[in-house]
């Protein structure tokens, strides 16, 4: 089993509609939770992290925390053609550095 | 250009040949990491730096890749006798004394072996 889990897609939605991306994760000692986008032949970049379960809300991105699930979501909302691209989830074990799963492609439908 | 920096932004080298990579993470980090990404994965971790002391390295890490970061500041990641197998983006990233925040990654460096 893979310390984190995610749907390599590729999710396909259509402009502005509600994307729903999902992460498991199978060490429940996890403490630290991350979203990064990273655009095709770039670097991923930080846009959401979460510490506690519930919802954390920023601007257009909710990140929603699961704990006794050992489940992570990205909710984005009013997608634009802007956001298609790959969605990192990034968990902190509190062993060494963070650990990613492979990242689920999302395109956004004009 | 207060980012984390990485050079070269490509390098093509030939089987058997040494490569070397350098990071400059932002000033005020004082942990930097170094993955490596493979197409239609996410990165993997390969080592860390706590200042200037390498606190863990994977298993990923074979005993010809190595990773220095003197006096705490830059790091360089190198890879001797390199394979075809090593073709990667190799990223660099650093964060604050706790991975609580997240990193910031440079913009990697593409590795082509041939």
């Known amino acids: 089993q893979k310390e984190v889990e995610q749907n390599s897609g590729p999710l396909s939605v259509p402009e502005g509609a509600i994307a729903s991306l999902n992460c498991t994760y199978s060490?429940?000692?996890?403490?630290?939770f991350f979203w990064y986008r990273q655009y095709s032949g770039k670097s991923p970049e930080l846009i959401m992290s979460?510490?506690?379960?519930g919802d954390k809300e920023d601007g257009r991105f909710t990140a929603q925390l699961n704990k006794a699930s050992q489940y992570v979501s990205l909710l984005i909302r009013d997608s634009q053609p802007s956001d298609s691209a790959t969605y990192l989830c990034?968990?902190?074990?509190?062993?060494?550095?963070?650990?990613f799963g492979s990242g689920t492609r999302l395109q956004v439908q004009p | 250009d207060t980012g984390v920096s990485q050079d070269p932004r490509h390098k093509i080298t030939k089987r058997g040949q040494n490569v070397t990579f350098r990071c400059d993470p932002i000033s005020e980090h004082n942990r930097l990491y170094w993955y490596r990404q493979t197409l239609g994965q996410g990165p993997e971790f390969l080592t860390y730096f706590q200042n200037e002391a390498q606190l863990e390295k994977s298993r990923l890490l074979s005993d010809r890749f190595s990773a220095e970061r003197p006096k705490g500041s830059f790091s360089t990641l190198e890879i001797q006798r390199t394979e075809q197998g090593d073709s990667a983006m190799y990223l660099c990233?650093?964060?604050?004394?706790?991975?609580?925040?997240?990193?910031?990654f440079g913009s990697g460096t593409r590795l082509t072996v041939v």
């Open positions: 060490d429940r000692g996890s403490q630290s």
């Open positions: 990034a968990v902190d074990t509190g062993r060494r550095a963070l650990t």
């Open positions: 990233a650093s964060s604050f004394p706790t991975d609580s925040y997240g990193y910031t």
């Open positions: 979460i510490y506690s379960n």
